[in-house]
């Protein structure tokens, strides 16, 4: 059963707390989190692990809040990051360095220098001249990086084409068919010690097979580098788990486990997951206070105060995100047709399209579920809209984990060029 549920007087609950009462201290927009979800979804994980020689690196960007990842770092998640950025909040949530990756296409020699000097646990490399930058900066500092590089098996992961990653024409990775000239080279380079193999297919995976097919080629591959003489201690299987968002039946972690279990028996590797949706999405959702209805010809736009810039995935990726109100529909069952669509000045502004929801007015607080990943990370203040807070509920208790900022602290980091300003 959700977390997100109405009680006895038809309000929808956070845990133990209205989304009523949240809004009214907090206002709306806000992004809210359960942090028994969060634990539950970590459980699974633990649970699904035991007897593996495995370990979760949570990946940051699906929700890089630091009540979110300290979380995690508190239950014994490391970090998957792709910027410095994020690299400084999963130090700052307390999670050692060592249990730390840092994964990306394109890392500047200055955020390698960052996270060598941070002593980050191993840096997956994404084409032959990160390993000229890398053991360059490696060599400044004195110090060996242990590296993995990424290989792209070229597997179609079957979800949204902005979110695979592991085909021949995206960006991500290196070949496979390239990937032993590229150990070779690492193994020329002085200041980098290779210590395995990483992979990363794609996000909001709904079937197991890609997983099957990427894990069999790159067992393949480990096979034939260490025959090259490498040494291939870890195996780094990426994220991409995907959730429920409408009718999706995405695989339990048990049935995941078993499958990582069966490919990789026998390999002798350390495994890393690195999931970030699949354990922060369905603990969120983003409320919104309906501003006005609007009637139209064909159909009615519920006009809310959340908007593309505080949840992008529907414009983005064509997702499809269920909503709900905040107070628990009569029993007539009578609906309207309608678009729920925010106040920015964009056709692509919208949070939903052409859904029967039971009938709304000014001032009714609507739910969108499962909004915890890429969510509040990919919030921008398009419009001068401030950005959307951040609550998390944890029992009967919550806290903001991110305030809206005023008006006034965002102008204020603006600036009036000195020739613009009156004499
Ligand atoms: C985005 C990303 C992840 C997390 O993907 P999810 O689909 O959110 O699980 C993991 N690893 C890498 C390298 C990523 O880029």
């Known amino acids: 059963m959700s977390v997100f549920a109405y009680n006895a007087n038809g309000e929808m609950q956070a845990e133990g707390v209205a989304l009523e009462t949240i809004a009214q201290q907090v206002g709306t927009p806000f992004y809210c989190y359960s942090a028994g979800a969060l634990r539950a979804g970590w459980q699974e994980f633990a649970d699904g692990m035991k007897g593996l020689n495995a370990s979760v690196c949570y990946a940051l960007k699906a929700n890089s809040n630091l009540a979110v990842v300290k979380l995690f770092g508190d239950l014994g998640a490391g970090a998957d990051i792709v910027s410095v950025g994020e690299m400084r909040r999963a130090l700052a949530a307390g999670i050692a360095p060592r249990r730390i990756i840092f994964s990306g296409v394109g890392k500047k020699p200055s955020e390698l220098m960052a996270a060598l000097e941070a002593g980050i646990g191993q840096i997956n490399v994404e084409s032959s ?3 000229e930058t890398l053991n360059a900066v490696a060599g400044q ?25 592991g085909r021949k024409e995206n960006k991500f990775g290196v070949d496979i068919d390239l990937a032993r000239d590229a150990y ?10 290779v210590v395995g193999v990483a992979m990363h297919i794609g996000s909001q995976l709904i079937a197991l097979d890609p997983y099957r097919d990427a894990i069999a080629k790159v067992r393949g591959l480990i096979t034939q580098l260490r025959a090259d003489g490498h040494r ?4 780094d299987i990426g994220g991409g788990l995907g959730i429920v968002y409408a009718d999706e039946k995405p695989p339990s972690i048990a049935a995941f486990m078993q499958l990582v279990t069966k490919e990789t028996d026998g390999l002798g590797c350390a495994l890393t997951f690195e999931p970030g949706r699949r354990l922060v999405g369905e603990a969120g959702v983003l409320v919104a ?7 139209g010809v064909s159909k009615t736009f519920v006009i809310v105060d959340a908007a593309m810039n505080d949840l992008i995935r529907p414009t983005l990726y064509e997702a499809w995100h269920d909503i709900v109100p905040a107070r628990r529909p009569r029993p007539d069952g009578a609906t309207i047709r ?16 052409n859904r029967d929801l039971p009938p709304l007015s000014a001032g009714d607080l609507v739910m969108v579920r499962s909004a915890g990943a890429y969510g509040a990370v990919m919030a921008s203040s398009y419009n001068t809209r401030p950005l959307v807070p951040e609550v998390m509920v944890d029992g009967t208790r919550f806290a903001v984990v991110r305030p809206r900022p005023s008006i006034d602290e965002m102008l204020s980091s603006e600036r009036i060029p000195p020739w613009m300003e009156p004499a």
Do not use: M, W
């Open 184 to 193: 070779a080279l690492a193994a020329r380079l002085p200041n980098l010690e």
């Open 289 to 295: 206070e309906v501003i006005l209805v609007k009637p």
């Open 232 to 235: 291939i201690e870890r195996f």
């Open 129 to 131: 001249a990160e390993l």
């Open 141 to 165: 500092l004195g110090v060996k990086a242990a590296i993995t590089i990424r290989v792209n098996p070229d597997v179609d992961a079957g979800t949204h084409a902005k979110i695979t990653t």
């Open 338 to 353: 309608c678009d729920i669509v925010g106040p920015v000045c964009e056709s692509g502004d919208y949070l939903a399209q």
